[in-house]
């Protein structure tokens, strides 16, 4: 599917820290990730099929 020029798609403005503690399964006992906001960015404008501008 093809972006939508007319559509609004999500950019993370702002955060910090790492991922909420309710997000923690023990199943998968992983470190959490640090929040990289151009890194997010890039991973909202990939499942929008837009280029990042960021």
Known sequence: MDADAAA???TCLTGR???P???WNPE???EPTPFDRDD???HLAALAGTA???
Do not use: C
Request: zero cysteines.
């Open 8 to 10: 609004v798609y999500p």
């Open 17 to 19: 820290g790492d991922a």
């Open 21 to 23: 503690v309710e997000d």
């Open 28 to 30: 998968y006992p992983e």
């Open 40 to 42: 997010i960015n890039r």
């Open 52 to 54: 990042s501008s960021n």
